[in-house]
Nanobody, 125 residues
Framework: QVQLVESGGGLVQAGGSLRLSCAAS????????MGWFRQAPGKEREFVAA????????YYADAVKGRFTISRDSAKNTAYLQMISLKPEDTADYYC??????????????????WGQGTQVTVSS
């Protein structure tokens, strides 16, 4: 069993940067996918980014391509989301997620094995 804990959210001005962290604890796993989703008030949860734990391949939603970068520190069992050029429409609760096998399509649609409880990101105009 794995627990995911997000941190790094906060208030930032438009055009600013923020770095989110997702620390995994409990039973470790050396394969699969880790990534991020977000949900704004009154809207559906949407896929943001994912990374193949072993290969390091990165995948992004069109809305964040070129602005967000996902990374993974295997030694710390931690995933990161570096966000730059933030826009007000990036405002949302950001959730970390993990899957113990590699099935990208399922992951991107929210069929994950583990969820974090979220960290809030607010981008002001």
């Amino acid at each position: 069993q794995v627990q995911l804990v997000e941190s790094g959210g906060g208030l930032v001005q438009a055009g600013g940067s923020l770095r989110l962290s997702c620390a995994a604890s409990g039973r470790s796993f050396g394969s699969g996918i880790m990534g991020w989703f977000r949900q704004a008030p009154g809207k559906e949860r949407e896929f943001v980014a994912a990374i193949n734990i072993n290969a390091g391949s990165e995948y992004y939603a069109d809305a964040v391509k070129g602005r967000f970068t996902i990374s993974r520190d295997s030694a710390k069992n931690t995933a990161y989301l570096q966000m730059i050029s933030l826009k007000p429409e990036d405002t949302a609760d950001y959730y970390c997620a993990a899957m113990s096998s590699f099935w990208l399509v399922a992951f991107m649609t929210g069929r994950v094995d583990y969820w974090g409880q979220g960290t809030q990101v607010t981008v002001s105009s």
